[in-house]
């Protein structure tokens, strides 16, 4: 994931676009509906820009959030498809590009949560596992000593 001049990555500066748009159709929903289903949708929003913020910026705990924000989205899509039930939107044009940025905010998540698996899938392997595999290819041919250089050089890899 790529930040751009400005230091938000792409899917940050999606985020912040969606919570623009759902903020500005809420302000054509109906009495009732802005403050019911309305305000459900900006807290919903607003906790997937929270969370999308939390996850490009907190590093060391960068897996919990990204996976925390394929759920905040999810939850956020729920809610859009109430407030299209309920009638909220002032059309289904509206609605549907809404919706259609809030499924392209969920890919753009979803990609992320599996680059970072695939990442730490291959650092799950640890060094005595890599190490005793290296060490029985090379066992029978030359004893302990080159065991332990072989070991070595594969932690380095």
């Known amino acids: 994931m790529t930040a751009n001049r400005n230091g938000l990555p792409e899917i940050a500066r999606k985020a912040e676009s969606l919570a623009v748009a759902i903020e500005n159709a809420v302000r054509g929903f ?11 949708l900006r ?6 820009v929270q969370v999308c913020n ?5 590093r060391s705990r960068q897996i919990h959030w990204v996976n925390e924000l394929v759920w905040v989205i999810d939850e956020l899509k729920v809610v859009l498809q109430l407030a299209k039930q309920l009638h909220a939107f002032k059309s289904f044009n509206q609605f549907e590009v809404i919706i259609r940025a809030a ?12 680059a970072l698996h695939d990442k730490g899938q291959n650092s799950a392997v640890s060094q005595q596992e890599r190490a005793q595999i290296l060490s029985d290819r090379y066992a029978s041919q030359s004893g302990p000593k080159h065991r332990q250089h072989c070991a070595t050089q594969g932690d380095v890899q």
């Open 30 to 40: 109906a009495k009732y509906n802005k403050y019911a289903i309305g305000a459900n």
């Open 43 to 48: 807290t919903a929003v607003m906790l997937v």
């Open 54 to 58: 939390r996850a490009w910026r907190d």
């Open 103 to 114: 499924d392209d905010l969920g890919r753009c998540a979803g990609g992320w949560k599996r």
